[in-house]
């Protein structure tokens, strides 16, 4: 599984934009469920976005307004788009892919977002 930031370094200035990728490969199947997870230092892993096959959406309240997962075209793929960043989005974020149906689970490697003037 592989994660990568929508820019080097994934450093943003607060107000700033920043996408996040990424992309399963080497399995035959489908993941149905595909989401953003980000955690803090001393904080519990959170659930930053999420997106279903059909295309239903969830975010977190913290993120509404600002972030947007999509689906890529290829396989597997998802992005992250966050817009409006503020310091306090500063986190590792970790893309999770699934498929519910087989009770197959993917961590992404976390990607460090920083956002900070």
């Known amino acids: 599984l592989m994660c990568t930031a929508g820019v080097w370094g994934g450093l943003v200035q607060p107000g700033g934009s920043l996408r996040l990728s990424c992309v399963l490969s080497g399995t035959i199947f489908s993941m149905n469920v595909m989401g953003w997870y980000r955690q803090s230092p001393g904080k519990e892993r959170e659930l930053v976005a999420s997106i279903i096959s059909g295309g239903t959406t969830t975010y977190a309240d913290s993120v509404k307004g600002r972030f947007s997962i999509s689906k890529g075209n290829a396989k597997n793929t998802v992005y992250l788009q966050m817009d409006s960043l503020k310091p306090e989005d500063t986190a590792v974020y970790y893309c999770?892919?699934?498929?519910?149906?087989?009770?197959?689970?993917?961590w992404g490697n976390g990607t460090q977002v920083t956002v900070s003037s």
């Open positions: 999770k892919m699934r498929n519910s149906w087989r009770e197959m689970n993917y």
